[in-house]
């Protein structure tokens, strides 16, 4: 038996909680190694202390004391999220990066929304006197694809022109 082996199985050796046949290899390796035996003495003196000391007392209002706290801790599933507490509970820089998302979020928002009312002649919207209620907006990309591509599908249907172009 290596040593390393025996140093795992001196606690149960000290118990006397190994089978009889472990228990006479580690007795036959403790004959013959000083250092495991001094392990051993150590293990015991440890045991002793363990064994003469009582452990502390559980209080009775313990389970009921951290289920209290432990409720005031978690949110009631009825409780709606409430931003002004969240606004005032939220550092100074958090409240400034948020602020700085929502601002730029609409200015983005503004942005696109401009864009895509404009076409590129400059006009504003679709133009009433059109026909086709895709002259107003910039898809003439999708004119050169196959009809039986998802682009022509979609030409076809929103297109007041039926397949021969009249």
């Given amino acids: 038996m290596r040593c390393e082996d025996l140093q795992r199985s001196l606690a149960g050796y ?4 190994i089978p009889p046949e472990e228990r006479n290899a580690v007795e036959d390796h403790l004959r013959g190694c000083p250092v495991c035996r001094a392990v051993l003495t150590q293990v015991d003196s ?5 064994v003469q000391t009582q452990p502390p007392a559980v209080p009775a209002d313990l389970a009921g004391r951290v289920m209290a706290r432990a409720r ?16 005032r509970a939220a550092p100074a820089s958090m409240r400034g990066a948020a602020a700085a998302v929502l601002v730029l979020g609409l200015l983005g928002g503004w942005a696109m929304g401009r864009a895509a009312v404009h076409t590129k002649s400059g006009r504003a919207g679709v133009l009433a006197s059109s026909r086709d209620p895709l002259d107003g907006y910039d898809v003439d990309y999708l004119d050169g694809l196959p009809q039986d591509s998802l ?6 249907l929103v297109s007041p022109h039926d397949k021969e172009g009249r």
């Fill in 14 to 17: 000290a118990k006397g909680a």
């Fill in 46 to 50: 440890v045991a002793a202390v363990l």
């Fill in 72 to 87: 005031q801790r978690i949110t009631r599933p009825g409780t709606a999220w409430n931003p002004v507490q969240w606004w």
């Fill in 151 to 156: 682009a022509g599908s979609y030409l076809a």
